[in-house]
């Protein structure tokens, strides 16, 4: 299970709503399995034997107003979904899938579908 820690906090800091949807994700997520968190300077990542989902605050890298969170999620294949921002093939049979969540109301059961699909896959060993 995860647990919230100072490296949370401080990246957090100055973005209350980005936050708020991100204490709604994980309330939400806790129900598919145990996980962990990886904070860095740009990003957290949710990880099982792998990282199955990351999320990230683009205003701290763009420095202009964009979406408050944004949950990146990798599929050995595209989606068809017409929510996702941005979908990428970074290598090979990896598309990192970019969903811009503006309020906690879009964190819903498709979202929990994507990431147990994903949360599912990063428990197999490859």
């Known amino acids: 299970m995860w647990t919230i820690d100072s490296t949370v906090n ?3 800091i100055g ?23 990886k904070v860095t300077k740009s990003q957290i990542a949710l990880y ?12 701290k890298h763009l420095k202009r107003k964009a979406a408050p969170l944004v949950l990146s999620i990798v599929f050995p294949e595209r989606d068809p979904s017409p929510r996702w ?14 969903l811009e969540i503006f309020s906690p109301q879009e964190i819903d059961e498709q979202v929990m579908l994507w990431l147990g699909r994903a949360w599912t896959d990063a428990g197999i060993s490859r």
């Open 10 to 12: 401080e990246f957090f």
């Open 15 to 37: 973005f209350p709503e980005s936050r708020n949807l991100f204490d709604t994700l994980m309330g939400k997520i806790s129900d598919i399995g145990s996980f962990d968190l």
């Open 48 to 59: 099982r034997s792998r990282p199955f989902a990351w999320v990230w605050i683009p205003e």
């Open 85 to 98: 921002k941005e979908i990428v093939e970074p290598s090979k049979g990896k598309f990192m899938h970019h």
